[in-house]
Structures are given as C-alpha cells and as structure tokens.
C-alpha cells in the first residue's frame, strides 16, 4: 500500500488558489490578482473587518484531493462588480433589480 503524501500548508494554499481562480475565470470571465501578507510571516493577519461597510459573504466549494469551503468576504461595491459581471448585467439593471 502506498504511503499518503502529506498535505502540507502550501498545498492547501495552492488549491485555493488554483478553485477561486477557476471560479472567478469561469463565472465572472476575469482571472484574480492575489495579494500576500508575507511582510508578517506565514501566519500574518488580514486587514479587519470594517463594521460599519456593508459587506457581501459568498462561499466557493472545491471537491477533488482535498476537499473544502472558501467563505469570501467581498465589499458591497466589489460584490456589485462581480453580480454585474456574472449576470452580465449593466449598472442601471443592477440597480433596479435591488437587492
């Protein structure tokens, strides 16, 4: 029998990185732009939460070696682009559809 390989950190990165890229290329027709915290080491914090901004919390599910839920956190604003996007919707439409 086969040893497993270990699933180490950067793996797990690599397949986020690899299922939020697949989802943006496919559902919004744009590839992301990933960003590091390096500057504080492997373990550095994101940026708070502003509480007072509205905020849109979608989830990209991934289903392959290793399985998983992305929850992304995105600005109202970047949320309308990516809606407009997906739906191929002009900002007029998307605001008279709502909410």
Avoid: W
């Avoid at 919004?28 to 732009?33: D, I, N, V």
């Avoid at 901004?53 to 970047?78: C, E, K, M, S, W």
Wanted: glycine share 10%.
């Amino acid at each position: 029998m086969p040893a497993l390989a270990e699933i180490t950190e950067d793996l797990v990165r690599s397949y986020i990185n690899r299922a939020v890229g697949d989802v943006f290329k496919t559902m919004l027709g744009r590839e992301p732009a990933y960003t590091s915290h390096a500057a504080g080491g492997a373990h550095a914090t994101l940026p708070p939460i502003e509480s007072n901004r509205p905020q849109v919390v979608g989830t990209v599910g991934f289903v392959g070696d290793i399985n998983g839920l992305i929850y992304l956190h995105l600005d109202l604003a970047f949320a309308r682009i990516c809606t407009r996007h997906l739906l191929g919707m002009t900002e007029a439409e998307l605001d008279e559809a709502g909410d």
